[in-house]
T-cell receptor, first 116, second 111 residues
Framework: DTAVSQTPKYLVTQMGNDKSIKCEQN?????MYWYKQDSKKFLKIMFS???????INETVPNRFSPKSPDKAHLNLHINSLELGDSAVYFC??????FGQGTYGYTFGSGTRLTVV | TQLLEQSPQFLSIQEGENLTVYCNSS?????LQWYRQEPGEGPVLLVT?????EVKKLKRLTFQFGDARKDSSLHITAAQPGDTGLYLC???????????FGKGTSLLVTP
């Protein structure tokens, strides 16, 4: 059983297209995240959702729109893709950290997005 | 954003050697976590340290949280090729809702 699954694994698309990445977790976690990992392997938080509500939106262009239909799903839709959007996008989930941050994250295996 | 600096950025050693990876910040964290990431996969949690001065051991891996909760170290004894990967430290901001990651230490252990 895959704990955090995201699809697709690879996504190659042309500039200007719109694409979506799906994420599902079966761990019963309340919080889900999207992270972007650049070519230098730096992981940067994009969004965080807690019980379907947006908690964190970290200076991400509004071409990126997350959607959480329920606690187990957090999808990422990207409009008008640009070359600079090429990266690996990771979905993750955790139990809710109420200020202590002691609960670890479970990550999906990533979606490698290449914009050409 | 609370920044975490990791050093060294790259490390290439032979099997059997010992090594230490550092994670430093000017900010105080409520906890720090260490992850290992292998190519084509997401990071996997190794350990969480919460209390200043805490030491945790995971087989040949020893993790320490600084007394002031601003830094942490990971020591690997007798490294093996299976230890190869990207080691990431991550700190929880006081809001607790998201982890900030360091830029990672890429470790290569050759037989």
């Amino acid at each position: 059983d895959t704990a955090v699954s995201q699809t697709p694994k690879y996504l190659v698309t042309q500039m200007g297209n719109d694409k979506s990445i799906k994420c599902e977790q079966n761990l019963g976690h309340d919080t889900m995240y999207w992270y972007k990992q650049d070519s230098k392997k730096f992981l940067k938080i994009m969004f965080s959702y807690n019980n379907k509500e947006l908690i964190i939106n970290e200076t991400v262009p509004n071409r990126f729109s997350p959607k959480s239909p329920d606690k187990a799903h957090l999808n990422l839709h990207i409009n008008s893709l640009e070359l600079g959007d090429s990266a690996v996008y990771f979905c993750a989930s955790s139990r809710t950290n109420f200020g202590q941050g002691t609960y670890g994250y479970t990550f999906g295996s990533g979606t490698r997005l290449t914009v050409v | 954003t609370q920044l975490l600096e990791q050093s060294p950025q790259f490390l290439s050693i032979q099997e059997g050697e010992n090594l230490t990876v550092y994670c430093n910040s000017s900010s105080v964290f409520s906890s720090l976590q260490w992850y290992r990431q292998e190519p084509g996969e997401g990071p996997v949690l190794l350990v969480t340290v919460v209390t200043g001065g805490e030491v945790k051991k995971l087989k040949r891996l020893t993790f320490q949280f600084g007394d002031a909760r601003k830094d942490s170290s990971l020591h690997i004894t007798a490294a093996q090729p299976g230890d190869t990967g990207l080691y990431l430290c991550a700190g929880a901001a006081n809001s607790g809702y998201a982890l900030n990651f360091g830029k990672g230490t890429s470790l290569l252990v050759t037989p």
